[in-house]
C-alpha cells in the first residue's frame, strides 16, 4: 500500500511520529501516574523528559516538511539568477577582489577569478546559472 502524500521523507515522518507518542504517553505517564519509589517522586522528571522528547520532535516534522515542498526547475531558475542590486555589485566586488588576492597563490583558479573580474569589468555578458545572463 503506497502512500501518495506521503512519497518523500518517510523516515524524517515516522521518527516525529514515534518521538511524539513516546513523548505523549511519558508525558500523561508523569502527569496522572503516582510513581514513587524509596519516598521520591518521579512524576516531575517524566513530565520534563516528556516535553523535551515532543519539542525534539519537532526536528522530524521540519525535515519532513522541508523534504516535500514541491518547487519546479523554472521557479528554482527564476528565484536563483541572481538580481542586479546596488548590494550585489558590492558583494561581487568583495568577492572579487578576495577571490583574486587569494587565488594569486593558488594558480589557475586564480586565473581564472582574474579572467571572470576583467570580462565584468569590461561589460560582457556573463552566463550565469541555468542559462541566466549576469551583467557585471
Known amino acids: 500500500m503506497a502512500l501518495k502524500g506521503l512519497s518523500r521523507c518517510?523516515?524524517?515522518l515516522w521518527l516525529a511520529v514515534v518521538l511524539d507518542v513516546v513523548g505523549?504517553?511519558?508525558?500523561?505517564v508523569g502527569v496522572f501516574g503516582s510513581l514513587q519509589r524509596g519516598g521520591r517522586d518521579y512524576g516531575d522528571m517524566l513530565i520534563y523528559t516528556g516535553a523535551i522528547v515532543v519539542f525534539?520532535?519537532?526536528i522530524g516534522w521540519v525535515f519532513w516538511y522541508t523534504g516535500n515542498i514541491e518547487i519546479t526547475w523554472d521557479e528554482?531558475?527564476?528565484d536563483y539568477?541572481?538580481?542586479d542590486t546596488k548590494?550585489?555589485?558590492?558583494v561581487r566586488k568583495i568577492s572579487r577582489s578576495i577571490s583574486m588576492r587569494?587565488?594569486?597563490s593558488r594558480g589557475m583558479r586564480g586565473t581564472a577569478a582574474r579572467d571572470r573580474g576583467y570580462q565584468e569589468e569590461r561589460g560582457d555578458?556573463?552566463?550565469g546559472p541555468q542559462g541566466c545572463a549576469t551583467t557585471g
Do not use: D, F, M, W
Open 125 to 127: 555578458k556573463l552566463e
Open 76 to 78: 528554482l531558475a527564476n
Open 10 to 12: 518517510t523516515y524524517a
Open 24 to 28: 505523549l504517553v511519558t508525558l500523561l
Open 56 to 58: 525534539a520532535s519537532l
Open 81 to 83: 539568477c541572481p538580481k
Open 87 to 90: 548590494l550585489h555589485r558590492i
Open 102 to 104: 587569494n587565488g594569486e
